[in-house]
């Protein structure tokens, strides 16, 4: 199960936010690279939580404060990676869930099968965002945990 470019690229912000149209993986890599625009982190937290105060902590975990108040415009390609997974996460949750609702229940929840991580805090590292999408997968195709 692989979820399209577009897809992340529309939980980023889309167009508007990215100033770019994203077809592929490959446009994808060189709008994270070139570091994602600091208002991308604000609308992938909101699409992710609905109150104020997780939106302040998730978005404090994906960055930290110190960190945050230095960016001007873009996110630095690590933290462009970062935020990037958290989208995947997001977009592949929407997908296997295909009720926005669930999705974010199931990302801001605590898993067993993830040890009782929530997997909005595995979006931090790639083994992480890995586990959480091999779990969406097994939930998507009805495979044992």
Not at 56 to 63: F, G, K, P, V
Request: no cysteine.
């Amino acid at each position: 199960m692989t979820i399209k470019a577009p897809q992340i690229a529309e939980v980023l912000g889309g167009a508007k936010a990215l100033k770019t149209q994203v077809h592929s993986v490959n446009d994808l890599r060189e709008v994270v690279e070139a570091g994602l625009p600091i208002e991308s982190l604000g609308i992938v937290v909101r699409r992710v939580v609905t109150n104020s105060r997780a939106a302040a902590e998730l978005t404090q975990r994906m960055i930290p404060r110190s960190s945050l108040k230095r960016i001007k415009k873009r996110l630095n390609a690590r933290q462009s990676e970062r935020l990037e997974r958290l989208a995947r996460m997001t977009a592949l949750a929407e997908e296997v869930w295909e009720d926005a609702e669930l999705a974010h229940e199931f990302l801001t929840s605590p898993q067993p099968q993830l040890g009782n991580a929530r997997p909005v805090d595995l979006a931090r590292s790639d083994l992480g965002t890995r586990q959480v999408e091999q779990l969406l997968s097994r939930i998507e195709y009805s495979l044992p945990a």
